[in-house]
């Protein structure tokens, strides 16, 4: 079964700029393992903030962005908020099933 | 506006069954495939299964730790998903969270169902 890995914990202050990652235990990750981004809060569902490497949902700040980066999936935030501070999930399609990463947590410090 | 709204929810001994409804509003349910997610009290988020819509034949995908114990079903003409399941362990406690799409992907997601699984 596919394992997909994450940065357990980040760090990043105010106005920063912050790269979490992505990867599959069976190779690069590409574009047709369709990496999503969620961002969970304490105490609340996971909402969707990219689908399909970089496509943003409506509610996705602009600050937010999503690509390819290395052989792995990225979400880059610039100009980090507070209220960015959060667990963050990425989930890739391994040709029938989902897998999650196990979440990176990001502290705004 | 999509609403998702699980329900079934509650307490289970080991070994018994349960079954998990979704009701969906505001989204095309019949073209949207069905997801379940769950997550351990403190834990990330484990992906359990999905139903395909009935272009791609209802086709049905589940996570390796729920293959052949969990079944995902729907029902198009209620705009409803269910997710049964059979031989519960206690590790299989969890908010369980169904996800739609609307207008995009993975954009719906319901508040999620508690199951507790215990003797």
């Known amino acids: 079964q596919t394992v997909v890995t994450q940065e357990p914990s980040l760090t990043v202050s105010p106005g920063g700029t912050v790269t979490l990652t992505c990867a599959s235990s069976?190779?690069?990750?590409?574009?047709?393992?369709?990496p999503n981004w969620f961002q969970q809060k304490p105490g609340q569902a996971p909402r969707s903030l990219i689908y399909?490497?970089?496509n943003k949902q409506p509610w996705t700040p602009a600050r937010f962005s999503g690509s390819l980066l290395g052989g792995k999936a990225a979400l880059t935030l610039s100009s980090v908020q507070p209220e960015d501070e959060a667990e963050y999930y990425c989930?890739?399609?391994?040709?029938?099933?989902?897998?999650f990463g196990g979440g990176t947590k990001l502290t705004v410090l | 506006e999509a609403q998702v709204v699980e329900s079934g929810e509650g307490l289970v001994q080991p070994g018994g069954s349960l079954k998990l409804s979704c009701a969906v509003s505001?989204?095309?349910?019949?073209?949207?495939?069905m997801h379940w997610v769950r997550q351990a009290s403190g834990k990330g988020l484990e992906w359990v299964g999905r139903?395909?819509?009935?272009?791609?034949?209802?086709?049905?995908h589940y996570g390796a730790s729920v293959e052949g114990r969990f079944t995902i079903s729907r029902d198009d003409s209620k705009n409803t998903a269910y997710l049964q399941m059979h031989s519960l362990k206690t590790e299989d406690t969890a908010v369980y969270y169904c996800?739609?799409?609307?207008?995009?992907?993975?954009?719906?997601w319901g508040q999620g169902a508690l199951v507790t699984v215990s003797s």
């Open positions: 996800i739609g799409d609307g207008e995009k992907p993975f954009d719906s």
């Open positions: 505001g989204i095309t349910f019949s073209d949207s495939p």
């Open positions: 139903i395909r819509n009935r272009a791609h034949s209802y086709a049905t």
């Open positions: 069976t190779g690069a990750v590409t574009s047709g393992y369709y």
């Open positions: 399909s490497t970089n």
């Open positions: 989930l890739l399609y391994s040709g029938g099933p989902w897998v």
